[in-house]
């Protein structure tokens, strides 16, 4: 089983700054990881997937990187609506038995 | 538009049942797998089950297997989540998500209904 681990959990950005988001996968799970964008009271959002490709939609603003293990989320020029969670899932090992999220991190407003 | 519209949630006491239904729109149901997923209250997304567009296979994550019993019907655009011996840890928001394919991998969770809410209470 592949164990997603995402850091911070939270994490304090002023609007305008640039936020980093770190996934890390237990074993590689090659570019097969996407991001989620989820806001209070609402579904969860595709941001991005095959590591750092935009889903339809997503603003340039939002950017992927990363492969085999170590992944990163980067929001350059927070927007007001860009504080919410954020969950990173693998992909490549599927079924995953339990399960294929982080645990997510919170962006907060500083 | 593509909509995914879950409905069959509730209060239901342990060890009681359910069956969720999303009913799909705008696009072409029999080309997607399509997955459950839940999350219980402040806490993360835990991904529950998937089903190939033709009904088979099946997959369940290790939580609820033996418990839960996902099916579609392809001629009503409709995915189902049959849910037995409930527990209080079930209590949960139960998404239904349309899989998206890349590389080969239809594991990509494209679009997300609003969710259903299971409470599992006595």
């Known amino acids: 089983e592949i164990v997603m681990t995402q850091s911070p959990a939270s994490l304090s950005v002023s609007p305008g700054e640039r936020a980093t988001l770190s996934c890390r996968a237990s074993?590689?799970?090659?570019?097969?990881l996407a991001w989620y964008q989820q806001k209070p009271g609402q579904a969860p959002r595709l941001l991005i997937y095959g590591a750092s490709t935009r889903a339809t939609g997503i603003p340039a603003r939002f950017s992927g990187s990363g492969s085999a293990t170590e992944f990163t989320l980067t929001i350059s020029s927070l927007q007001s609506e860009d504080f919410a969670v954020y969950y990173c899932?693998?992909?490549?090992?599927?079924?995953?038995?339990?399960?294929?999220f982080g645990q997510g991190t919170k962006l907060e407003i500083k | 538009e593509v909509q995914l519209v879950e409905s069959g949630g509730g209060l239901v006491q342990p060890g009681g049942s359910l069956r969720l239904s999303c009913a799909a729109s705008?696009?072409?149901?029999?080309?997607?797998?399509m997955y459950w997923v839940r999350q219980a209250p402040g806490k993360g997304l835990e991904w529950v089950s998937r089903?190939?567009?033709?009904?088979?296979?099946?997959n369940y994550a290790d939580s609820m297997k033996d418990r839960v019993t996902i099916s579609r019907d392809n001629a009503k655009n409709t995915l189902y989540l049959q849910m037995n011996s409930l527990r209080v840890e079930d209590t949960a928001v139960y998404y239904c998500v349309r899989g998206y394919c890349t590389n080969g991998i239809c594991s990509v969770f494209e679009y997300w209904g609003q969710g259903t809410l299971v409470t599992v209470s006595s």
């Open positions: 899932q693998q992909y490549n090992n599927w079924p995953p038995g339990e399960n294929t």
């Open positions: 705008g696009f072409t149901f029999t080309d997607y797998w």
């Open positions: 089903i190939y567009n033709n009904g088979s296979p099946t």
């Open positions: 074993q590689s799970v090659s570019s097969n």
